[in-house]
């Protein structure tokens, strides 16, 4: 079920309700299958190394025969963005700004955005847009993501269309200037300007964007993670509503620690009655998607050898939603 033709698969869902450890089985599952996959894990708290037993890092790392994995350090990476625009400055700015550059620099570093903009940055070399070696999207069959873009995100990919125009705009407005600046030369019988370095970077950012996004349409499959309680049911309707907002494919749900359906005393028993109107709920509110469920393991999937099970499972035709008899 899981082993659709498309190449991204995007695990999304609610903090802690397994979409780490289904994006590990799943990425086990087309290695199984002899497709070259990346996982890749945005969670700082180090959880796919964890699961796959191994350090990992900033960069692919291979796992074993068709896997390979890397964790994203956006905060490394924005950093080192930092860094570079600091470094050029340094060549081009007069020595008595330099402090105050700096200033603004750090404050950008620390700025909320900055962060999910080097992820979003990152997102994009990987899955083929850009330059170098990592961004060669074709070198990989299929790419596992085990956190889906957050809204923010979304809105910052969606954004293309609002870019061109306002980037448009500033170009017309740019140009008007330089005309003027150009005929004022010419007067002075002085040469050409080069181009406008800040409308190319503007027009860099938004074809990135764009490219992105068109990826994204064109090759990506959410899956959402969600368990069989309330409040990850609702969450995972808006994040329905707003993977569909922006016209990305959701293939399904995934249900995840469904306990099984024996099981002695009053505990279970009555977690067993809420599981089965919480499953019910389910067939009703999404009848139409595919819908895999994993069950609640009796032990911790904390290693490489936890995987294959969960895997199995994923590996299940997906069927409507039922509650369990
Ligand atoms: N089917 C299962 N049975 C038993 N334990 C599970 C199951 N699925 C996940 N877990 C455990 O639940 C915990 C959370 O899982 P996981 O880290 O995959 O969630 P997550 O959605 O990635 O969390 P976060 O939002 O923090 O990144 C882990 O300790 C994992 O071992
Ligand atoms: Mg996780």
Do not use: Y
């Not at 900055?114 to 990152?122: G, I, K, N, Q, Y």
């Not at 002085?190 to 068109?214: C, G, H, I, K, S």
């Not at 050898?305 to 069927?319: F, K, N, V, Y």
Request: with cysteine.
């Amino acid at each position: 079920m899981l082993l659709s033709d498309r190449r991204l698969i995007l695990f999304g869902g609610k903090g802690g309700v397994g979409k780490t450890t289904m994006a590990a089985a799943c990425a086990g599952l087309f290695a199984d299958q002899g497709l070259r996959t990346l996982l890749v894990s945005t969670d700082p708290a180090h959880s796919t190394a964890d699961l796959l037993g191994m350090p990992l890092g900033n960069a692919p790392r291979r796992v074993r025969e068709s896997l390979w994995a890397l964790e994203i350090d956006a905060e490394a990476d924005a950093e080192a963005h930092v860094r570079r625009i600091a470094r050029d400055a340094e060549h081009s700015v007069s020595p008595e700004v330099l402090p105050t550059l700096r200033r603004h620099l750090d404050l950008a570093r620390h700025s909320p955005g900055t962060v999910e903009s080097a992820m979003l940055d990152r997102f994009a070399g990987l899955i083929g847009w850009g330059s170098g070696a990592e961004t060669a999207g074709d070198a990989w069959d299929r790419i596992v993501f085990d956190t889906a873009p957050t809204g923010h995100t979304l809105r910052l990919l969606a954004l293309p269309g609002l870019l061109t125009t306002w980037v448009e705009g500033m170009v017309r407005q740019r140009e008007r200037v330089r005309g003027m600046d150009r005929m004022l030369r010419n007067l002075a019988g002085r040469e050409e300007a080069t181009a406008d370095p800040v409308v190319a970077r503007l027009r860099e950012r938004r074809d990135r964007l764009r490219a992105t996004r068109a990826r994204l349409l064109a090759d990506a499959a959410f899956w959402l993670v969600l368990i069989p309680e309330r409040l990850a049911i609702e969450e995972t309707a808006r994040a329905l509503r707003t993977l569909e907002d922006h016209d990305l494919t959701v293939s399904g749900l995934i249900v995840n620690r469904v306990l099984p359906d024996e099981g002695e005393g009053a505990f279970l028993r009555a977690r067993l009655v809420q599981q089965r109107e919480r499953m019910a709920e389910l067939a009703q509110r999404f009848p139409t998607r595919p819908l895999l469920s994993v069950a609640h393991a009796a032990r911790e999937i904390s290693a490489p050898e936890d995987l294959p099970d969960i895997a199995r499972q994923l590996d299940a035709p997906g069927r409507a939603a039922q509650p369990p008899m």
